[in-house]
């Protein structure tokens, strides 16, 4: 990283030591305006930072607005921070001085021999091991804003005291505070929850908390995205399996998830044999494999399954369509040998890469390495971490190290996709595998006619077909590609005679496997037009007594762009070539 940009936002560092300065900025204005407010703790996250504190009033708009004024005062002072050390019983008595418990309990819990370290800036002390800007000068003021205010949990023990935690972000300028905040509003109208309702796409009932209902038109939606995901594994090469929702104890102790998962798994008896729902495909895929026997010629076999999973959320952390309790998940077991790994790793990337372009999506790699807790041979984790990463070189593209976040079983790469507004989203994995082969015994005769392990690849590419939804609903804004619209086509007849007309243009483009609908209700045609375009239907088809005479169709679209009159024939060799070509349009 040059000079240049050490001390900007560019550099993740500095921008996450400004942020947590910030959240310090945020405690000591409480304190100023209200000593008895407890502080609990304040670190920088993704976007921004946040302050946990016990108060005995709640943090309204207001108050965050006082709070906000407050803030930038402190910047004003700028005021020094000062790191110092304290001899853990010292610690102790200085938070108990202070009246803060959190902050005491904190302490206790640290270790024997930990440093405990303190920031002071002017009259205000926090424990906290840093890092900090040296001065609250830095931070500009105007760059400020605490943006929300939620109940939280002392240590996220719901059986512990419920505090108030404050929301924050801050800029260097006021500029890309106003940018950040305009995103901000442009997320909560592209919220897939919100449009979701609004174009009877799915809903979410009490009745089934984080098991979506699809609607008819949903399916739709649903139905065209694994169509276009079947047609893409085919062109690359697999094969599709389907294995059973409800599996016995005995094969999830095998595969290991009886003892490492169960509590996230829907369990049941049958026969008094306890039975479990499948909260990921990948053992189904391991009996596919064994019931045949296999050779090296089989190699590589790419095995693709659509499997509908169940997991156990905690109901807090469900969230429409990207945190549920079932979903479908787009799985893949690529069963090979050692030397066929790195061109099957560069397989499923360009698989990757065709897919995500498809729908405008940029993507950064990470790769993450062998964690402490892990099965296997060194030289083996060593050999296939060195192949994902060989393989994304040779490909041209860059990745980040994760370093020691890769599964216990083998290293991996996450694809983090990019949408419209700049936000990422974790969908796509490519997790090498040494361990599961081994657990069920897989084998394949090799040339030399001796018996042999395969190593394996999981991956998926749209993470699970809801949760993808979900993403692409808020990256289109709820505007769908014409080829993956569950309305591709409205036809609006301007006056009850040109009724039967629509219907005709309406069985002819259904005919040629387009979804039409008319619009039939005694409306001004201005009335049809807003709602079809809030509907975010692609094409509207104006025809009244002109074009029925012509045999012609106005052509509208959801941007408002007037195409004019045209022919029946001409508008749908335009459609084909739209959704055939699968334009972003």
């Given at each position: 990283?040059?000079?240049?940009?050490?001390?900007t936002?560019?550099?993740?560092?500095?921008?996450?030591t400004?942020?947590?300065?910030?959240?310090?900025?945020?405690?000591?204005?409480?304190?100023?305006?209200?000593?008895?407010v407890?502080?609990?703790?304040?670190p920088?996250?993704?976007?921004?930072?946040?302050?946990?504190?016990?108060?005995?009033?709640?943090?309204?708009?207001?108050?965050?607005?006082?709070?906000?004024?407050e803030?930038?005062k402190?910047c004003?002072?700028?005021?020094?921070?000062e790191?110092?050390?304290?001899?853990?019983?010292?610690?102790?008595?200085?938070?108990?001085?202070q009246?803060?418990?959190?902050?005491?309990?904190?302490?206790?819990?640290?270790?024997?021999?930990a440093?405990?370290?303190?920031?002071?800036?002017?009259?205000?002390?926090?424990?906290?091991?840093?890092?900090?800007?040296?001065?609250?000068?830095?931070?500009?003021?105007?760059?400020i804003?605490?943006?929300?205010?939620?109940?939280?949990?002392?240590?996220?023990?719901?059986?512990?005291?419920?505090?108030?935690?404050?929301?924050?972000?801050?800029?260097?300028?006021?500029?890309?505070?106003?940018?950040?905040?305009?995103r901000i509003?442009?997320?909560?109208k592209?919220?897939?929850?919100k449009?979701?309702?609004?174009?009877?796409?799915?809903?979410?009932?009490?009745?089934?908390?984080?098991?979506?209902?699809f609607?008819?038109?949903?399916?739709?939606?649903?139905?065209?995205?694994?169509?276009?995901?079947?047609?893409?594994?085919?062109?690359?090469?697999?094969?599709?399996?389907?294995?059973?929702?409800?599996?016995?104890?005995?094969?999830?102790?095998?595969?290991?998830?009886w003892?490492?998962?169960?509590?996230?798994?829907?369990?049941?008896v049958?026969?008094?044999?306890d039975?479990?729902?499948?909260?990921?495909?990948?053992?189904?895929?391991?009996?596919?494999?064994?019931?045949?026997?296999h050779?090296?010629?089989?190699?590589?076999?790419?095995?693709?399954?659509?499997?509908?999973v169940?997991?156990?959320?905690?109901?807090?952390?469900?969230?429409?369509?990207?945190?549920?309790?079932?979903?479908?998940?787009?799985?893949?077991?690529?069963?090979?040998?050692?030397?066929?790994?790195?061109d099957?790793?560069?397989?499923?990337?360009?698989?990757?890469?065709e897919?995500?372009?498809?729908?405008?999506?940029?993507?950064?790699?990470?790769?993450?390495?062998?964690?402490?807790?892990?099965?296997?041979?060194?030289?083996?984790?060593?050999?296939?971490?060195?192949?994902?990463k060989?393989?994304?070189?040779?490909?041209?593209?860059?990745y980040?190290?994760n370093?020691?976040?890769?599964?216990?079983y083998?290293?991996?790469?996450?694809?983090?996709?990019?949408?419209?507004?700049?936000?990422?989203w974790?969908?796509?994995t490519?997790?090498?595998d040494?361990?599961?082969?081994?657990?069920?015994e897989?084998?394949?005769?090799?040339e030399?006619?001796?018996?042999?392990r395969?190593?394996?690849?999981?991956?998926?590419?749209?993470?699970?077909?809801?949760?993808?939804?979900?993403?692409?609903?808020?990256?289109?804004?709820?505007?769908?590609?014409?080829?993956?619209?569950?309305?591709?086509?409205?036809?609006?007849?301007?006056?009850?005679?040109a009724?039967?007309?629509?219907?005709?243009?309406?069985?002819?483009?259904?005919?040629?496997?387009?979804?039409?609908?008319?619009?039939?209700r005694?409306?001004?045609?201005?009335?049809?037009?807003?709602?079809?375009t809030?509907?975010?239907?692609?094409?509207?088809?104006?025809?009244g007594?002109?074009?029925?005479?012509?045999?012609?169709?106005?052509?509208?679209?959801?941007?408002?762009?007037d195409?004019?009159?045209?022919?029946?024939?001409?508008?749908?060799?335009?459609?084909?070539?739209?959704?055939?070509?699968?334009?972003?349009?």
């Open positions: 990283m040059s000079e240049e940009t050490i001390y936002f560019e550099n993740e560092e500095y921008r996450h400004y942020w947590h300065t910030c959240s310090h900025v945020l405690a000591q204005a409480v304190k100023r305006l209200w000593p008895e407890k502080l609990a703790i304040g920088s996250i993704d976007e921004g930072f946040y302050y946990d504190m016990l108060s005995p009033f709640p943090f309204t708009p207001e108050v965050m607005e006082k709070i906000e004024a803030m930038r402190i004003k002072e700028k005021l020094k921070l790191r110092f050390e304290l001899p853990r019983a010292e610690a102790i008595k200085f938070m108990e001085e009246g803060e418990p959190f902050k005491v309990e904190l302490i206790q819990d640290l270790p024997e021999d440093a405990i370290s303190f920031y002071k800036q002017g009259e205000f002390t926090d424990l906290c091991a840093g890092p900090h800007l040296d001065s609250t000068g830095r931070i500009k003021g105007n760059g804003k605490l943006t929300a205010c939620n109940a939280a949990y002392w240590r996220g023990d719901s059986n512990r005291q419920t505090l108030q935690r404050i929301y924050g972000v801050a800029f260097p300028k006021k500029d890309e505070l106003d940018a950040y905040l305009q509003e442009e997320a909560k592209r919220d897939h929850r449009l979701g309702k609004e174009l009877g796409l799915f809903m979410l009932r009490d009745e089934g908390p984080g098991f979506p209902f609607l008819p038109k949903g399916m739709v939606l649903r139905n065209t995205l694994i169509d276009y995901w079947r047609q893409v594994h085919k062109k690359y090469g697999y094969v599709e399996c389907s294995t059973p929702m409800m599996m016995n104890r005995q094969l999830w102790e095998r595969s290991g998830h003892g490492h998962y169960k509590n996230n798994m829907y369990t049941t049958i026969d008094d044999v039975f479990a729902i499948k909260p990921m495909n990948c053992p189904g895929g391991m009996l596919v494999y064994q019931s045949e026997p050779s090296y010629r089989d190699l590589p076999l790419r095995v693709g399954e659509l499997g509908l169940h997991r156990h959320e905690l109901s807090g952390a469900l969230h429409g369509l990207f945190r549920v309790r079932c979903f479908t998940q787009d799985d893949a077991h690529i069963f090979m040998t050692w030397d066929q790994m790195k099957e790793i560069k397989n499923v990337v360009k698989l990757f890469d897919v995500y372009s498809v729908f405008g999506l940029s993507y950064q790699i990470e790769v993450s390495t062998m964690p402490e807790d892990h099965m296997g041979d060194e030289k083996d984790w060593d050999f296939a971490t060195e192949t994902l060989a393989a994304v070189e040779e490909m041209g593209k860059d980040v190290i370093e020691g976040d890769g599964a216990f083998g290293p991996k790469l996450d694809f983090h996709l990019a949408d419209s507004l700049g936000r990422t974790q969908c796509g490519i997790q090498l040494m361990q599961l082969p081994e657990r069920f897989l084998e394949y005769v090799g030399d006619g001796q018996k042999h395969p190593v394996m690849i999981h991956r998926v590419v749209l993470g699970s077909i809801e949760r993808f939804i979900g993403v692409i609903t808020e990256h289109f804004a709820g505007a769908f590609p014409t080829w993956l619209s569950p309305v591709q086509v409205k036809v609006l007849p301007v006056t009850d005679r009724a039967e007309y629509a219907g005709e243009i309406v069985a002819k483009l259904d005919a040629q496997g387009f979804r039409g609908e008319c619009d039939l005694n409306e001004k045609i201005g009335k049809k037009i807003r709602e079809a809030l509907e975010k239907i692609p094409y509207m088809l104006v025809v007594d002109r074009d029925m005479e012509n045999k012609t169709v106005s052509v509208r679209t959801r941007g408002g762009e195409l004019g009159a045209m022919s029946l024939e001409d508008f749908a060799v335009m459609l084909h070539s739209v959704v055939d070509n699968k334009e972003r349009k």
